[in-house]
């Protein structure tokens, strides 16, 4: 054995057993934040968990970022290259199902309606995950070059109305400078595989979400005489069907899916009385960002000609959303080997999927890594497992402790690659 790959090994092992040592402690802050879920924005007790023991272990710490965020810096023992790694904070409105004794019991207003809180994304994990790996990393601290900057984020599920938030906000406010970030690592839990294994895939990873309105304008007139008017649901129910054709006819359907989706569509009050207007709501989501740019314009297009075929009109209004969570490939293929190390039973390469994650605004920034980590039991099918999101959302814990193998690996192999 080379010396080289000696050293690696050693490295690898006391990777290991730190993150073995980690583990229980990782356990009871998962269960800690579990049953105190806050949402976001509002991540204050979260928020005071992490400073407190980011402090407790040498590391330096900022507060308040993005509202509740904490950020913390752990300079290695040698000047270097600086990483970041993310975990969001935030909590749901679902009202927790599952049996266990650390069950969430927390109520709270959500735009005005009383609602259960849970940790059904699983960001209590990613929490939990992270502090792990500040232990890990903190306890090596002399041995790396550069820096490992912790970024625990709010509100990756959106902010309340009428405030800002997330990823997008801590950029804005700089949690990318000084220092500033090379590249970023992030993970996800997930049910669709099972503890011990881990997922990843190179480019467009998950999609870029935005939403749409078209107000379809005609003219109010008789159910029983429509040509006295313009019947703005029969040229909306066109428009429907045009916007379909815009992924299945007029996208290069080899580059990347996408998708276009009318939610809800509002007009008219009685049978016989043909409205002055229809207004349709949906989402769009994209895996390539001239596409998206693309998908754009065309529902545009579609949604004016089609009304004015029609003598209606249509405004459209498009609010972007999530980018693309884009995993750049370079990055990826260096890092793969890294995710191996951890000895995960199975590191597969995945299909994209079509949700979002505002980890994608970090990613805009610099070359970034996003993955996935199963956390679904071993004696469950996926298709017996609920879904994130879901009141039934399970994590089987005994998956944790790759997630911490797997940050703390890849971040020491980029800060020692030359
Ligand atoms: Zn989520
Ligand atoms: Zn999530």
């Not at 935030?90 to 005005?112: C, H, I, M």
């Not at 700089?174 to 895939?201: C, M, Q, W």
């Not at 190179?202 to 040509?227: C, E, L, N």
Request: one cysteine or more; hydrophobic letters at 40%.
């Amino acid at each position: 054995m080379s010396t080289l790959s000696a050293a690696a090994d050693t490295l690898s092992s006391r990777i290991d057993a730190a993150a073995a040592r980690v583990e229980r402690s990782v356990i009871a802050h998962r269960r800690d934040i579990h049953q105190h879920p806050e949402l976001g924005n509002r991540e204050t007790r979260t928020a005071k968990i992490v400073a407190d023991r980011l402090r407790a272990l040498g590391i330096e710490v900022q507060e308040k970022v993005a509202h509740t965020g904490v950020v913390g810096l752990l300079r290695g023992g040698k000047p270097g290259k600086v990483v970041a790694l993310r975990a969001d904070m935030d909590a749901l409105p679902v009202t927790e199902q599952v049996d266990l004794p650390f069950a969430s019991k927390v109520r709270t207003t959500y735009n005005g309606q009383d609602v259960g809180v849970m940790h059904a994304c699983g960001h209590d994990a990613h929490v939990a995950i992270l502090l792990g790996v500040a232990e890990v990393l903190a306890g090596m601290r002399n041995e790396f070059p550069g820096t490992v900057k912790f970024i625990f984020q709010p509100a990756e599920e959106g902010a309340p109305e009428g405030e800002e938030g997330g990823a997008e906000l801590m950029v804005k406010e700089g949690v990318l400078e000084n220092p500033k970030v090379d590249t970023i690592f992030g993970l996800h839990v997930t049910s669709r595989y099972p503890v011990g294994e881990l997922a990843y895939k190179p480019g467009g990873m998950m999609a870029a979400v935005d939403s749409f309105k078209i107000v379809v304008r005609g003219k109010q007139t008789h159910g029983a005489y429509p040509w006295l008017g313009v019947d703005p649901i029969v040229v909306a129910s066109q428009i429907v069907l045009g916007l379909q054709t815009i992924p299945s006819r007029q996208l290069d359907a080899t580059l990347a899916p996408s998708i276009v989706t009318v939610g809800a569509i509002h007009g008219g009050v009685r049978n016989n009385i043909i409205p002055d207007e229809v207004e349709m709501i949906g989402t769009i989501r994209s895996l390539d960002a001239a596409m998206r740019n693309d998908i754009h314009s065309r529902i545009r297009r579609t949604a004016e000609s089609i009304a004015t075929s029609g003598g209606a009109t249509a405004k459209v209004e498009i609010t972007t959303g999530y980018p693309i969570t884009y995993n750049d490939p370079g990055l990826t293929e260096r890092s793969v080997p890294s995710l191996r190390a951890t000895g995960a039973k199975n590191v597969h390469l995945v299909n994209a999927v079509l949700g979002a994650e505002d980890f994608s605004f970090f990613q805009q920034k610099v070359p970034g890594l996003f993955f996935w980590l199963g956390i679904r039991p071993p004696d469950q099918t996926p298709d017996q497992a609920a879904s994130n999101h879901s009141p039934l959302f399970f994590i089987d814990e005994s998956g944790l402790g790759l997630g911490v193998r797997a940050l703390s690996r890849v971040t020491i192999d980029f800060l020692n690659a030359r």
